[in-house]
Structure formats: structure tokens, C-alpha cells
């Protein structure tokens, strides 16, 4: 299988060009790299045109979209897989592209995304999430476990997901304008239509953030809306039990690691995550304002 390596980029720094060292050091070779950057300005100088498998796009901030940049840079691809990437995630080892493509020798398989190590600096709450959503583990996921696994089912997340191009051509790809949370909208669709979606634990990346219960809130009203705005993908699929689930076992974490302390953080980050996400299922009810201090994708509702 060929394969290439999508990374949209915003003020990336230092941090883009070591990235791409390592995915053109992994042990199964990607045929190019393909970056939209926004904001030419803002692109480290001298990157663009150093490396032979790299391709830049610039766009203007007012033409980025979540789910329309992502397309544009899938149809710039030949390749038979398109491993979408974030800039703020690393390999953790140059065995990253192999093991993504494995489950891809059942034809059934759709989509394929990697296990989220936690960074240096990551918080204790944030590690065992990390670990909670990215366990150690590979598993296939069908339509036979949407009972059981709710919207969980549709989790695949672009900060490292691999996507068969074939299909996602097929089925129109991800959403051209969307406020956030494309990959699980398409995914939505791989399962819908008879696809499966992998998650590989051998296959890692560094990649994990401290939000403060603020940032949970915003977050998780943009969550929310991406979900109302899309029924035929999410209406009727359960959502809001695994939530309840990772702050019970979180809380009995912090307990065992005799830090009963962090329970306030945990308790916090799940106020700001809930409230966000019940204020976003009603978010056509809300005047512009009060959305406008909710989301944290301004320029999407401009």
C-alpha cells in the first residue's frame, strides 16, 4: 500500500520540521507529506521547499475549515491510505506508519487510528485519561457494537487516523464546513456504511494537553454542536455514559495513587466539559453573543 501523511499547520515552528523528520525516518516510507498551512507568514522560513517529499499549501485564515482543509489536502493525494496528522503530535517511534497500515490488509477496514501517549509536562488527570481513551489494547469496530459501545463507536481521531482513500472518496470524505469534530462525523459514516475502524496500540504518538476546566467547556460546546448539526450520524447513538464512567474510574484513580486531592480537578473539568456540551445541544436556542463567548471557533460562526 502507498501511503501519505496529511498535516495542516498553523504558526508551527520549530516543531513542524522535526515532525517531518520523523515521518520521513519511519521504517515503512511514505511517499510524500503533504502540508496546508495557514497564514504564509507565519511558515517557518526556509522549510518550504527543503525537503523533496514535502509539499506546502498556504491558505488564508478566513479559508480554513476543520473538515474542508483536510479534504483539500486528501484529494492532492494518490496514495492508497492518507495518514492525517496534527503538528503538535510525534511519533513516538518510527515504527508509526507500519503499524497504521496493518489492520488495513483486512479490506473491511475503512480507517485506523493511533494510540495518544502523554506528554512530558502532562498532568496526572489528563495522563490516566489519556490512558482511559487510548488503552493498551487494539480493537476493530462495527456496526455490531454501536449497542455496546454507544458513540464510542465512531471515535477516530485526526490527530493521528489513517483513512483507505477509496471509500472516503466514495462517500464525499469529510464535511466541507464544520466547526470541529470531522473525523467522527466521517467515521459515522464508515460504520454506517459497513466499514470498520481500528485503533492500533502499537501505533503512537505523543500528543496530550492540560485544559483547564474553561477550555473543557468550550471544547465540549463545540462538540456538542458538530453532533446536533449532524442527526444522520448521531441522533439516537448514546453518548453521555462513557463520560460518566471515565470520572468514576478517574476519581478511583486518584484514590489509589492516595492523591485525593486531584478529585477537585477532576470534579471540575467534568462541570466544564458537561455544562459545555448541554449548553451546545441547545445552541439554537442561545443568541449570538452568548455563542459566540461559548465556542472556541469564533471565525466558523463569522
Known amino acids: 500500500m502507498t501511503v501519505d501523511v496529511l498535516i495542516p499547520s ?32 507565519y511558515f517557518p ?9 514535502v509539499e506546502v499549501h498556504h491558505l488564508k485564515k478566513a479559508e480554513f ?16 491510505v492518507v495518514v492525517c496528522m496534527t503538528q503538535d503530535a510525534m511519533p513516538a517511534d518510527d515504527r508509526l506508519i507500519g503499524e497504521l497500515l496493518e ?13 495518544q501517549l502523554p506528554a512530558r509536562g502532562c498532568s496526572e488527570v489528563e495522563r490516566y485519561t489519556r490512558s482511559f481513551n ?7 469496530k462495527g456496526q455490531k457494537d454501536l449497542k455496546r459501545l454507544g458513540i464510542k463507536t ?22 466541507k464546513r464544520t466547526i ?4 467522527m462525523i466521517y467515521a459515522g459514516k464508515v460504520i454506517q456504511q459497513g466499514g470498520l475502524i481500528a485503533y492500533c496500540a502499537q501505533a503512537k504518538v505523543i500528543h496530550s ?6 477550555q473543557q467547556f468550550h471544547r465540549y460546546f463545540d462538540l456538542a454542536v458538530s453532533q446536533k448539526m449532524h442527526p444522520e450520524i448521531f441522533e439516537g447513538v448514546r453518548s453521555e455514559s462513557e463520560g460518566a464512567k471515565l470520572v468514576k474510574k478517574t476519581i478511583g484513580h486518584c484514590i489509589r495513587i492516595r492523591k485525593p486531592w486531584l478529585i477537585a480537578s477532576v470534579v471540575m473539568q467534568n462541570v466544564g466539559k458537561l455544562s459545555g456540551y448541554k449548553m451546545g445541544q441547545h445552541y439554537q436556542k442561545l443568541p449570538e453573543k452568548v455563542i459566540l463567548w461559548c465556542t472556541m471557533n469564533r471565525a466558523y460562526w463569522r
Open 65 to 80: 475549515d476543520h473538515g474542508g482543509t483536510r479534504d483539500q489536502g486528501m484529494l492532492l493525494s494518490e496514495a492508497d
Open 134 to 140: 487510548y488503552p493498551e489494547e487494539s480493537c476493530k
Open 10 to 41: 498553523y504558526r508551527p515552528g520549530e516543531q513542524l520540521e522535526r515532525l517531518i523528520q520523523k515521518i520521513l525516518g519511519q521504517s515503512y516510507p511514505v511517499e510524500k507529506i503533504i502540508v496546508m498551512n495557514t497564514e504564509k507568514e
Open 45 to 53: 522560513k526556509g522549510l518550504e521547499g527543503k525537503y523533496e517529499r
Open 209 to 214: 494537553h492540560n485544559y483547564s476546566a474553561m
Open 103 to 115: 489492520p488495513f490488509l483486512d479490506e473491511q477496514v475503512w480507517a485506523a487510528y493511533a494510540r
Open 180 to 183: 470541529f469534530n470531522e473525523d
Open 154 to 175: 465512531f471515535f477516530c481521531s485526526n490527530v493521528c487516523a489513517a483513512w483507505r482513500r477509496e471509500p472516503y472518496l466514495r462517500l464525499g470524505g469529510f464535511v
